[in-house]
């Protein structure tokens, strides 16, 4: 009798597509095609890579990727002493003769990452949790760091603050979205009466808070969307719960850390903090997801933030996440802190 094939209905091979999709570095890919096959790389585990990542490539520019990827896959299973599949040799020799190493560096080259998120079961009930109980998000990202650093990676607090909105969906649902288009918004230059046409009800913001130049600049705008008074036209409504106080962001303990992204240039692709407009009596607030990589930096937001009247608490543990990404191995939510802003 034939041997079934592994399909997606599986989870370790769900896991390995997923990460797959959304180009986590390679070792990842072998350590996920192990948990597939019990321990090994076996055929059908290299069949199910064949027919779900190798055999259709999604454009030329994953192609230095599934180089890498076969490249280790190949080394893998060779080293346990396994069949690798003709397939697979044929793919990786094309390859190596086709492929320049140049190839990524080329200006203007861009790769589209698909980001999946996986609902667990038992959320069927939350309006974010589609019949698929998959979401998936594309986004393109840039290879060339001559277009600036901050486009070449996913950075884990924007990871952390998407699984915030999906596993609290009536902090955001039935409400108004002001996003309408992205805009152009340096911190710098932005002023009140331009900060005031937005009226946003929840602000969110993923690791924002690094540059100490750029902090009086982000605090200045932060206030302004958080100043009540600039939005107390907004409408109330009975589906806003708001969320609970937490504990002082103050008092909390931050471990120290080097920040990476001190001094960085600013790239010019837009603003970072994203608006989205619901109706709250409570006034308007921000949800920041943060990195903490120089606790100086960070206090130094605290104290600029504390002198435009505005109250930062941390959240982290008072919201229940899903694990939407559990193939991500290379996202560590722990490192991760929820804040949530307010104008007093
Ligand atoms: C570390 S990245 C985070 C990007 C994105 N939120 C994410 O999580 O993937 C910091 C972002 O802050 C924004 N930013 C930094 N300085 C800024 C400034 N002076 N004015 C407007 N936005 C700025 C930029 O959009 C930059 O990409």
Do not use: M, Y
């Given at each position: 009798m034939a041997e079934r094939g592994l399909d997606l209905s599986f989870p370790p091979c769900l896991h390995l597509f997923s990460a797959f999709l959304a180009m986590e570095p390679t070792h990842i890919l072998i350590s996920l095609a192990r948990d597939c096959g019990g321990g090994s790389?076996?055929?059908?585990?290299?069949?199910?890579?064949?027919n779900h990542c190798i055999s259709n490539p999604d454009g030329k520019s994953r192609m230095p990727y599934l180089k890498s990827f076969l490249k280790k896959l190949i080394v893998?299973?060779?080293s346990q002493g396994l069949e690798v599949l003709d397939e697979l040799y044929e793919r990786f020799a094309f390859y190596m003769t086709s492929l320049k190493d140049d190839y990524s560096a080329k200006a203007n080259t861009r790769i589209v990452k698909c980001i999946s998120f996986l609902f667990p079961d038992g959320c069927s009930d939350l309006p974010s949790c589609p019949k698929t109980r998959k979401l998936v998000v594309p986004l393109q990202c840039s290879l060339n760091m001559l277009e600036g650093d901050t486009g070449c990676s996913i950075w884990p607090s924007s990871l952390f603050l998407s699984e915030f909105i999906l596993s609290h969906p009536e902090l955001f649902s039935n409400k108004s979205c002001f996003e309408v288009k992205c805009i152009h918004?340096?911190?710098e230059s932005a002023v009140g009466s331009e900060l005031r046409d937005f009226l946003p009800d929840i602000i969110l913001g993923a690791d924002v808070m690094y540059d100490p130049l750029c902090l009086p600049h982000l605090v200045r705008v932060l206030a302004s969307l958080l100043d009540s008074e600039n939005s107390d036209t907004?409408?109330?409504s009975e589906h806003c719960n708001g969320i609970q106080p937490?504990?002082?962001?103050?008092n909390a303990d931050y471990s120290r850390g080097s920040d990476t992204c001190q001094g960085e240039a600013v790239p010019d692709d837009g603003p970072n903090t994203e608006y989205a407009c619901c109706a709250s009596k409570e006034?308007?607030?921000?949800f920041i997801a943060s990195v903490i990589r120089n606790i100086d930096t960070f206090n130094r937001f605290?104290?600029?933030?504390?002198?435009?009247?505005l109250s930062v608490e941390d959240v982290t543990e008072k919201f229940m996440l899903f694990d939407l990404l559990p193939y991500m191995q290379s996202y560590n939510r722990l490192s991760i802190r929820l804040f949530t802003l307010t104008h007093l």
């Open positions: 790389v076996t055929e059908r585990v290299q069949s199910f890579i064949w893998e299973v060779e918004l340096p911190w907004h409408l109330c937490g504990s002082k962001a103050r006034g308007p607030k921000a605290l104290e600029l933030a504390d002198e435009a009247n």
